[in-house]
């Protein structure tokens, strides 16, 4: 990765974002796995618990959080460094899919990926926010760099599926932000399990257990398992994420208890950021 070196944390000035309290990052090592998906109900569940919850879609190549939300709002702009966002089921949203609708293609480098993700940091009117969730790119490209040096980053929510050439790229996400000393929240594996509707009987469509194996092997918390359930699905599809239906519907519990899990992780990652240091004489 240009310019980190391993166990070498990021130069540049991590100036925080003002009015909020935590940025959580969510990261996937390949695409496919349904990183975004997560991301979004994650956001929303946060949200139905009580916290004040902004999404920010930092995949700038495939931005489908406004599909996802069923919005198609443009952000409004005051001036050249005042961004209203989009809301959205209470949330607050920016996304590069609200800003280049339709199917034309971004073909960008580096530098320009680079303002546009700080952008969205510093010039969207975010207001006081609880959570800030990013919804990153998959891999470990620009736009992670981007954002691990600009900003304090809380932790990050890494998402992979139970098979074993998705677990084999989280590896290289893992080690990224430990490279980075980025606090890893935990791993959640999406896509885990499907419950026959017939039988009432679980199927493990992609393998079991890898995802906790995973979580285990690098020392990191397990967030939880999110099954197969074609109401995930359709909900994603349609504009009307699962979490924004409550606990109680289709695959709601599974993310509700991810959510809460990831709550509780933030909590002990500020807890002991500022429990003092006591030196024993």
Sequence with gaps: MPGI??????????????????????A????????????????????????????LDADVYGPNVPVMLGTVEQPRALDERTIIPVEAYGIKVISMGLLNPGDKPLIWRGPMLHSVIQQFLRSVQWG??????????????????TLIQS???????????????????????????????????GVVENMSYFNCPHCDGRIDVFGHGEGRRMAQLFGVPFLGE?????????????????ASMGEDAPGGKSIFAMARNVMQRVDSVNTNATSPVVQIL
């Excluded at 139970?162 to 677990?167: C, D």
């Design 28 to 55: 996937s090592g390949k695409g496919g796995v349904g990183k975004t998906t997560v991301a979004v109900n994650l956001a929303l569940a946060l949200k139905a618990l009580g916290a004040k919850v902004g999404l």
């Design 226 to 242: 999110i099954e197969i359930d074609p109401q995930i699905r359709i909900g994603g599809d349609s504009g009307k994420p699962v």
């Design 5 to 26: 070196g391993p166990n070498q944390p990021p130069s540049e000035k991590k100036a925080p974002i003002p009015g909020i309290k935590n940025l959580v990052a969510v």
């Design 128 to 145: 006081e926010l609880d959570y800030l969730i990013v919804d990153l790119p998959p891999g470990t490209g620009d736009v992670q760099l």
């Design 151 to 185: 900003v304090a980053i809380t932790g990050t929510v890494v998402v992979t599926t139970p098979s074993i050439v998705s677990l084999a790229d989280v590896r290289k996400a893992v080690e990224m932000f430990r490279q980075v000393h980025v606090e890893i929240l």
